[in-house]
Every structure is written in C-alpha cells, then in structure tokens.
C-alpha cells in the first residue's frame, strides 16, 4: 500500500490545521492507521491511530483534547484535524498503516510497514 500525506504548512501558535492520508487501496478490518511526527533532532512518536480501523482512536498526551483522527472509508483517507497549535508541534508528520497489529504495539514505529512522505508542519510563537 502507498501512502500520501498531506497538508502541512505554517500557521501561529493557537492555530489549526487539517492534514490527509490518502491510501492506494482500502484500509480493511484489520489495518491500523496511524500518525507519527519527528521534530529535529527528536525521535519518531505516536501522535494518533485507529487500532485496526474499527475501533476508537488512540491518542498521545500531548495532543489530546486539540488533535482528532477521522477517516473517510470512501476515499480510502484519514485525517488529522489539529486545533490549538503550540511550537512544540512543530514536525515533520508521518502517516503510517499496517496490518494485524496488536493493540499493544499501536504507538511503536517500529511497527508500521508502510509510511508515508511526510508533511512538515511549523507552529510559529
């Protein structure tokens, strides 16, 4: 499966904005569809994911309460609605899908297969 992602851009800090992950083919039942960023010099983290599509979204600490993962089956594409942006969100993001996981390896990079371009994404204070 290939992966796109888009919609990255500059915007001030409190702002939002909606990235994309358009899919070459369908998620089925058993793909989890994550997102990922890396800010530089940082790790790979685990931003948001549905665990085997299906299920209720996954998301980290830091950006609960202002990031949501939807999806859009028809288009085989999830998004990333960011609200509430601070500097610290600054990133590269990733989106990233694979099959049969288990739950417990949702938030591991390690994990994925298949991986996206990335979308660098600039949070000016």
């Known amino acids: 499966v290939q992966l796109q992602a888009f919609g990255g851009g500059m915007v001030q800090a409190r702002g939002s904005l909606r990235l994309s992950c358009a899919a070459s083919?369908?998620?089925?039942?058993?793909?989890?569809v994550a997102w990922f960023r890396q800010a530089p010099e940082k790790e790979r983290e685990f931003v948001a994911a549905y665990f085997r599509t299906n299920s209720s979204p996954y998301y980290a600490d830091a950006v609960k309460g202002r990031f949501t993962i939807s999806r859009d089956n028809g288009r085989n594409t999830v998004y990333l609605q960011m609200n509430n942006l601070k500097p610290e969100d600054t990133a590269v993001y990733y989106c990233a899908t694979d099959r049969n996981l288990i739950q417990s390896s949702v938030r591991a990079p390690s994990q994925y297969d298949y991986w996206g371009q990335g979308t660098l994404v600039t949070v000016s204070s």
């Open positions: 083919e369908r998620f089925d039942r058993t793909s989890t």
